[in-house]
């Protein structure tokens, strides 16, 4: 059997893609509203898993989104994402979210999130990616990483699918 082609993580990753907070974006609390940076990460991982597969995708998880710190008014969020593993049809993506202050270019590391998308031929089946060909220390650690996050992911499926 052939093995599958790979893809290096550069050729799908986006990296600082910029986003201006503006007054509409604030929620009750005078922060950016969390719903907008995670719909935003959403969007963002789609243009990743399909750059790097090459077919439709579709989100199948949204996995350990956490807020680490509040983007204010006036802050500029730049996301970044990559894949981090191809399994199959699935793939992670990887979601980093900094707000700076575009005038002092300060910045904080607001968000994490993993992304699975699952990509899908012109018949909604799902269809086999290429695998991923990580090339730097970080890439090779968010690559390994990912496949823990997968076990995880399947061992809950499987505990829950037995309590029914």
Known sequence: MP???TR???ASAID???YKVFPNDMNAHQT???GMIMAKCDRLALVVAERHSGHVCVTAAVDSIHFRAPAKGNDTLLFSLALNRSWGSSMEI???VEAENSYTGESRHILSAFFTFVA???NDNPVDVPAVEPETDDEKRRFNNAEIRRESRLETRKKLSERH
Do not use: C, M, N, Q
Request: no cysteine; hydrophobic share 40%.
């Open 3 to 5: 093995s599958r082609p």
């Open 8 to 10: 290096p993580v550069a």
């Open 16 to 18: 600082k893609h910029v």
């Open 32 to 34: 950016v509203f969390g």
């Open 94 to 96: 990887g979601a980093r």
């Open 120 to 122: 899908l031929d012109e």
